[in-house]
Every structure is written in structure tokens, then in C-alpha cells.
């Protein structure tokens, strides 16, 4: 409140201003207080964090055991487990005392399979002893396709079985009461029999399986698409020529025998007369041999003795007569070369596993292989060309790398990819890194996107021509005078159709092989023609 003093001044009340006061110490007392509060906590949680951050770190009593392993040491112990799995279920199969294990893994491998299930055991111990070679560097040289093949194979069987167990029950029994019988092929045969029969009925399912079977049998056995259409080919036409060989009897070639046969000649020389002189007179006393008489002889002989009573004159026109005696020694037809005389009849030709050998295994492990690759891109990247090895092609001599050039980080943030001539440029270097003779750098190899940098290896495998004549490129050549040249960098055979090769060069350095590769061209032609077809001019 205000007044008015008797002189005129306005005074406030002391009792607004004691609430003021107070007013305004409470405020202040308050945020103070808060402040403090807050400051305290800080206190407090700066304090926990300080003494946990001083804890000291338990100690762990147990020791730590770091197991790591390859992806080579993982297929070798698993390998190890399924063959030491596969030897104990067979030695308690054939067991006669056998545990409740054993008879529980038979009962069930004879339910799923049927008949086929003594064949799972031999899977499991085969995929074993692959993962143990494979993961000691040693893997055994067969294609995915042959396993492929050999499953195709197991599924036939099955439902094969399965088919004929059914089949012979005349209705009794079912697909499925033939799995739980443990006949068959078991569940997996009736499953598949039964719902090919639905589909395709029983003379359609049997036609399928035939032609799988058939299938599974060339893709187990390796034999290539040319040699099974050349088998198809030959049994279709002996097929067809039967009838014709079952009317038309069968004629034998006559014997040749001696195809030259020794014209007449007298035991001692007769010198040559002219022809208008009509030949000598014969000795009386000497008498005339001969070493095959012609029939004619006989004829002539009368008329030889009547002359010897006569006189001179008479002797000498019975003389005329004679010469028939020399013609009528049979002509020999000199047109007529002396081999086709003398050639066999049927000529057979060789079999390639019987005349030649098959080429050496390349030795090179896979554990030399990446360190060779380590060391080309430690180089490269010392030198300033940093690149990575993407592919691998071990041949017979050599072993090309495949190396992609990578970017470089230049200035201003630019990326920059290395030149090809600058990894051209360093194969002393990379010669003297990876310890070899010479180092020949393909820069770039035709139709890739990727520099070939080629090592020597430490041992040459053998090529061999069979291997040539076996192979799928050489096979696909239909031309009589088809060669195979040897293997190229990548270890892939090399062959080609003499026929579009009208001048053929031959040329090389002292060793390097030209009379090997004549050899091996005259040797194909020889083993796949007949001389009937082929003629050496």
C-alpha cells in the first residue's frame, strides 16, 4: 500500500515489502537448493562411473581353446566319420550278435530302401574316402556327372523292385505294404513306382526306366555322345542287313594262294634270237628240262620224236610248233599292283587300349598352387600394379593365372585401372619371385578380360595321343583324316581336319618337338584308316 506522507512523499507498506523480500529469498533459496541437488547426483553417478570404471576385470579360470580349421581339414575329419560310421554298420550287420543300435539302423534302412539299402553303406563309404583324399590334396578324377549317373541308377532299382514286387503279388499287396514288408525299394521305390504308374501306367513306367537306366549307365560309365551314336548307328544297321544275310547265303572268298606264279624257265641260259631266225634245232644229247610242263607240252612232245627220225630240214619246220609252247605260259598282269594281290581279306584295325598308353597325371598341389598365387600379386602390388589372380589353367608344360589389373587411387579421388604393359614389363620380376626359368605374360589373352601370366612346373606331365584320340573334341571331328596336335596352355586337347590344312608349316627350335608331332599325324592316320583307304604318295 502507498500513503501519503504530511510533507507529500508516497511510502509503501513494510508489509509488501517483508513479503518481497521473503519472496524473492525463497526463489533464490529454491533454485539454490535444486542446483545443489542436482550437483550432488552428478557427484554421486561421477563417482559410481569412477569406481566401476577402477573395477578390475575378472579373470576367466578356464583356458580358451581356439579350434580353427580349414575347409580341406573339415571334409578330412568328416571323411574320417563316415568311414569309421560306415565300417562299424557293417561289421553289425554281419555280426550275428547283433545290438539294438544295429538292428534299429537296418530296420530302417531296409524300410526306406528295401532291397537297395545294403547299397547306402557303400554310398556313405565312398563319399568318406572322396572327402579324406580330397582334403589331403588327392582328390580322385571323376565328374559331378558320374555320381549323377550312379544316383539315376539307385532310383531305377528301387522303383524297379518295388514294380515287380507288386506285380507279382497280383494285387495283394500295395506300394506301400511292400515298404513296410521291407521289400522292394522300400518307401523311396514305392513312392516313385507308384506315381509313375498313375501317370505313364505300368508298359510306360517299364519304357521310362529302361531309358533311365540306360542313361545312368553312359553317365557312369564316360563313354561320350559320338561312341553311343555310333553304337546306335552300327546295331541299327546290322539290324537292317540281317534279312538281306539271312536270303543271300554267305559266299567265301576263294584262296589266293601264290598270286605270282614263276613262268618257265630252262636250266641254263638261252640267249636271245632275232625274230625273223626261226629258233636252233634241240640237242639230241642234251636233254630239254623244264620245271612246270604246260599242258600243251604233251601235245607237242609226238611231234618232237617223229623230227629226230627225219632230216635237217624237216627237223627245223617241225621246230615251228615250238613256239606256242612258250606262250602258253600263263600272262601275269603287270597293271595289276603286287599289294592287292597279296592283301588280306578283311582288314582289322587296331584297338587304341591295346596298341597305346595313357599320359601321366599332373602332380601339382593345390597348396603350391596358392602360394604361387600369393607371391604374383605381392609382386605386382610392390611394384605398383596391384591385380588379383581370378583363374587358374594347369597344363601339361605350364600353368597360366588369369589376372584382372585393379584401379589405382590418384589424386583428386580418381580412380585409374593399371596398364596390361605395365604387368608386361615385370616378368623378370615375376620370374625372379616365383624361382622360375621364365615367365611368358599374355597380355591379354584373346577373348578374356584378364592378363595370362604362365609359369613353368616343376614336372611336365606326359601327353599322350591316346588321350587325344579319347577326347570329346577330337571325337566331334567327322573327317578321315582328322589329327590331334597335343594340348594347349589350359591342358585342353588341340586337334583339327587335315583336309582344310592344304599347307601345313612345321617349324620350331632343336628340341621342341617337330618330328614328335610328324610321328604322331602319320601314326593317327595309320591307326583309323585301312590301306584300302589310305595311300602314302
Not at 636233254?287 to 612232245?301: L, R, S
Request: a positive charge; glycine letters at 10%.
Amino acid at each position: 500500500m502507498t500513503r501519503k506522507s504530511p510533507d507529500g512523499r508516497r511510502t509503501t507498506s513494510k508489509k509488501n515489502t517483508t513479503k518481497k523480500v521473503q519472496a524473492t529469498r525463497g526463489g533464490t533459496s529454491g533454485r539454490s537448493s535444486s542446483a545443489s541437488r542436482r550437483t550432488s547426483s552428478s557427484k554421486r553417478t561421477s563417482s559410481k562411473r569412477s569406481n566401476s570404471s577402477t573395477r578390475r576385470p575378472k579373470r576367466n579360470l578356464l583356458p580358451k581353446f581356439n579350434f580353427s580349421l580349414d575347409l580341406q581339414q573339415k571334409a578330412l575329419v568328416v571323411g574320417i566319420i563316415l568311414i569309421f560310421t560306415t565300417g562299424i554298420l557293417v561289421l553289425s550287420l554281419i555280426s550275428p550278435n547283433r545290438g539294438i543300435l544295429p538292428m534299429t539302423l537296418e530296420r530302417w534302412l531296409r524300410t526306406l530302401f528295401g532291397w537297395g539299402g545294403i547299397l547306402v553303406p557303400l554310398f556313405m563309404a565312398g563319399t568318406g574316402i572322396y572327402l579324406v583324399l580330397w582334403g589331403m590334396d588327392q582328390p580322385p578324377r571323376f565328374s559331378g556327372w558320374r555320381v549323377t549317373g550312379a544316383v539315376l541308377l539307385f532310383l531305377v532299382f528301387s522303383t524297379f523292385a518295388s514294380l515287380i514286387v507288386v506285380n507279382q503279388s497280383e494285387g495283394v499287396l500295395d506300394y506301400m505294404a511292400v515298404a513296410r514288408n521291407q521289400q522292394g525299394g522300400g518307401y523311396l521305390g514305392g513312392v516313385l513306382a507308384g506315381l509313375s504308374v498313375q501317370a505313364f501306367d505300368t508298359i510306360g513306367t517299364v519304357f521310362i526306366l529302361l531309358i533311365l537306366g540306360l542313361l545312368g549307365a553312359i553317365l557312369v560309365s564316360g563313354v561320350s555322345r559320338t561312341d553311343f551314336g555310333a553304337f546306335i548307328t552300327a546295331a541299327w544297321q546290322g539290324l537292317r542287313e540281317r534279312p538281306v544275310r539271312e536270303a543271300v547265303p554267305e559266299q567265301r572268298p576263294l584262296p589266293l594262294g601264290n598270286a605270282r606264279r614263276e613262268p618257265v624257265r630252262p636250266n641254263r641260259p638261252v640267249r636271245d634270237l632275232p625274230r625273223n631266225e626261226p629258233p636252233p634245232p634241240p640237242d639230241d644229247d642234251i636233254p630239254f628240262e623244264v620245271d612246270q610242263e604246260p599242258p600243251a607240252a604233251e601235245t607237242a612232245a609226238p611231234a618232237a620224236a617223229a623230227t629226230r627220225n627225219g632230216s635237217r630240214g624237216r627237223r627245223n619246220t617241225a621246230a615251228q610248233p615250238a613256239e606256242p609252247e612258250i606262250a602258253a605260259t600263263p600272262p601275269t598282269d603287270l597293271d595289276e599292283p603286287e599289294g592287292q594281290l597279296q592283301r588280306e581279306p578283311n582288314w582289322q584295325l587296331p584297338v587304341l587300349a591295346e596298341v597305346l598308353e595313357s599320359g601321366s597325371d599332373q602332380e601339382i598341389s593345390n597348396d603350391s598352387i596358392r602360394e604361387q598365387v600369393e607371391v604374383i600379386e605381392h609382386t605386382l602390388e610392390s611394384f605398383g600394379a596391384p591385380a588379383i589372380v581370378v583363374d587358374i589353367n594347369q597344363g601339361p608344360t605350364v600353368t597360366q593365372f588369369g589376372v584382372e589389373p585393379q584401379f589405382l587411387e590418384m589424386r583428386g579421388g580418381k580412380r585409374t585401372k593399371v596398364k596390361v604393359g605395365k604387368i608386361a614389363s615385370l616378368a623378370d620380376d615375376l620370374a625372379l619371385a616365383l624361382a622360375a626359368h621364365s615367365v611368358r605374360v599374355q597380355a591379354p589373352v584373346p577373348g578374356k578380360g584378364y592378363v595370362g601370366i604362365e609359369v613353368p612346373n616343376t614336372a611336365t606331365a606326359l601327353v599322350s595321343l591316346r588321350d587325344l584320340m579319347e577326347s570329346g573334341d577330337y571325337q566331334k571331328i567327322k573327317s578321315p583324316v582328322r589329327i590331334g596336335l597335343g594340348q594347349n596352355v589350359a591342358g585342353q586337347p588341340v586337334c583339327t581336319d587335315l583336309s582344310k590344312m592344304p599347307h601345313l608349316l612345321v617349324a620350331g627350335t632343336t628340341g621342341s618337338g617337330k618330328s614328335v608331332c610328324v610321328n604322331a599325324i602319320i601314326a593317327r592316320l595309320l591307326l583309323e584308316n585301312t590301306p584300302e583307304e589310305l595311300k602314302f604318295v
